[in-house]
C-alpha cells in the first residue's frame, strides 16, 4: 500500500522549532517532487515548500521564507521540514505529499493537484 505519513508535530512557544518528517512506504521517494502543505482552521490549504525529485531545487512560499527548511534523505526514503521562528500564524495541520509530474530540477505548489499521493497531516500549534 501506497502511504506518506508525517509525523513530528506538536505544541511549541513561539520563537520555537519542530522539525517535521514524512516518510513514504510503499514506493520509494526517488522520482517523486514532495510538497509541505498546512492547513489553520476556518482557512483553504496553503503550499508551504516543495524540494524537486533531484533535491537541488527548493521553493517557499514568502510567509515562511528564511525560517523553514525542506530537505529529503532518499535513502531513508524521508523528507523533513525544520521550522524555526514558529509564529502563532504558523498554527496549522500539516500535510506531505509526493508528486511523479515534475520534471527533475523543479516544483511548485501552486497547484495540489498534480500531488497524488497526501498524507494524513499532523497538527502543529504554537502558543504561548
Known amino acids: 500500500q501506497l502511504q506518506l505519513v508525517e509525523s513530528g508535530g506538536g505544541l511549541v512557544q513561539p520563537g520555537g522549532s519542530l522539525r517535521l518528517s514524512c516518510a513514504a512506504s510503499g514506493f520509494t521517494l526517488d522520482y517523486y517532487a514532495i510538497g509541505w502543505f498546512r492547513q489553520a482552521p476556518g482557512k483553504e490549504r496553503e503550499g508551504v515548500s516543495c524540494i524537486c525529485s533531484s533535491g537541488d531545487y527548493t521553493h517557499y512560499a514568502d510567509s515562511v521564507k528564511g525560517r523553514f527548511t525542506i530537505s529529503r534523505d532518499n535513502a531513508k526514503n524521508t523528507t523533513y521540514l525544520q521550522m524555526n521562528s514558529l509564529k502563532p500564524e504558523d498554527t496549522a495541520v500539516y500535510y506531505c505529499?509526493?508528486?511523479?509530474?515534475?520534471?527533475?530540477?523543479?516544483?511548485?505548489?501552486?497547484?495540489?493537484?498534480?500531488?497524488?499521493?497526501w498524507g494524513q497531516g499532523t497538527q502543529v500549534t504554537v502558543s504561548s
Open positions: 505529499a509526493a508528486s511523479s509530474n515534475y520534471s527533475p530540477g523543479i516544483c511548485r505548489t501552486s497547484v495540489e493537484s498534480v500531488y497524488g499521493y
